[in-house]
């Protein structure tokens, strides 16, 4: 009895342990998300009247990318937030003009980004103004992003939360970790690789196809043509009001349901 007594009292004082472990992780990265000992600020501008794609490759911080009528430039501004001075001359955004424009920030860290468990960070927060018809190319390392209003776009993101609203043309993600969120798209969705996070697409005006989910919920609404999920791991997948078929190839664990799909419906069976 006394030894059951003793395992489970050991059981608790671990397990106290640990949450305390986790909150004060989780204490810390607040804390340093919202701290910025030195900062600078960042305005720029790139002529892309003769450009056909801008690319964008940012590392830490949030990304905010608005697309503007009657205009050939792409406005940069922003802010970097450091713990040391001397990584302000050394946090930079580079710019190329050009048939394929490109907009690249450096910051000095070894891991090119914020640092939430030590006394070292630096980040760089962007808010760009482009033309709302040029195509995007995005390869992101971590933080947010915002997408409003632009044309057709691809995105490499290795972590934080996508939300894109209103595009004019296709849109190809390829996400390691946060939640994805389309609303309107005139052409195709095309999820290439989700790790983890949920996946949400609504008024989507061409074919929704996700190729490859790991983890996180699906749901799609207001597809006027066909929505496939080639494969899921885990997580559970929606559809309502689809133009054409719904199929989901492969699943691996969660439920699926569907109301209001005008073509097949094709569900893999459950062992």
Do not use: H
């Not at 103004?129 to 290795?158: C, H, R, T, W």
Request: with cysteine; net charge negative.
């Amino acid at each position: 009895m006394n030894s059951k007594k003793s395992a489970m009292t050991f059981s608790i004082r671990f397990w106290a342990l640990v949450l305390t472990a986790l909150l004060i992780y989780q204490f810390s990265t607040d804390v340093y998300a919202d701290k910025c000992k030195f900062e600078k600020s960042i305005d720029k501008t790139l002529d892309v009247s003769g450009s056909d794609t801008l690319t964008i490759s940012v590392s830490a911080g949030d990304l905010d990318i608005t697309g503007v009528a009657g205009t050939g430039e792409a406005v940069i501004s922003g802010r970097v937030c450091a713990s040391k001075e001397d990584w302000l001359e050394q946090s930079e955004v580079n710019t190329t003009s050009g048939s394929r424009a490109t907009i690249e920030t450096r910051l000095p860290s070894s891991d090119g980004g914020w640092s939430s468990w030590g006394n070292n960070y630096v980040w760089m927060d962007l808010k760009i103004e482009v033309p709302y018809d040029l195509a995007l190319e995005i390869n992101d390392s971590s933080g947010d992003m915002f997408l409003a209003n632009i044309s057709e776009v691809q995105v490499k993101d290795s972590s934080g939360n996508i939300d894109i609203k209103g595009a004019r043309g296709p849109v190809s993600i390829s996400d390691s970790s946060g939640d994805i969120e389309v609303n309107k798209a005139d052409g195709d969705l095309t999820i290439e690789s989700d790790s983890s996070g949920d996946i949400e697409a609504t008024e989507i005006y061409g074919t929704v196809l996700v190729i490859k989910d790991s983890s996180g919920d699906i749901e799609v609404s207001n597809v006027s043509q066909d929505f496939v999920v080639e494969r899921d791991s885990s997580g559970d997948i929606s559809a309502e009001d689809v133009g054409g078929d719904f199929r989901v190839l492969k699943d691996g664990s969660g439920s699926i349901s569907s109301n209001g799909v005008k073509g097949a419906v094709e569900i893999p069976a459950k062992d």
